[in-house]
């Protein structure tokens, strides 16, 4: 059986971003297939009536913590 990633990003999300740069040594390490899915997620959010995670200011908060770890 074959390993297959399906990656579903957004490089307007940092986290998506982030994400890519450990993949392709995943895959190396794993033997897996990475297969790139781009979305929209402003459209998604969009379409079933929901805000972006900056425009309500607790998510901001915690998104921009959360970025920062990730960076680290």
Same mark, same amino acid.
């Given at each position: ?22 993949? +392709?040594?995943? !895959?190396?390490?794993?033997? $897996? %297939?990475?297969?790139?899915?781009p979305i929209l997620m402003g ?8 805000a972006g995670p900056l425009s309500? +200011?607790?998510? !901001?908060?915690?998104?921009? $913590? %959360?970025?920062?770890r990730w960076a680290k």
């Amino acid at each position: 059986m074959s390993k297959r990633v399906e990656f579903f990003y957004d490089y307007l999300s940092p986290f998506s971003y982030l994400a890519d740069t450990q993949l +392709p040594e995943i !895959a190396r390490r794993t033997g $897996a %297939e990475i297969a790139y899915r781009p979305i929209l997620m402003g459209a998604i959010m969009k379409s079933v009536g929901n805000a972006g995670p900056l425009s309500i +200011p607790s998510k !901001a908060a915690y998104n921009i $913590a %959360e970025f920062q770890r990730w960076a680290k």
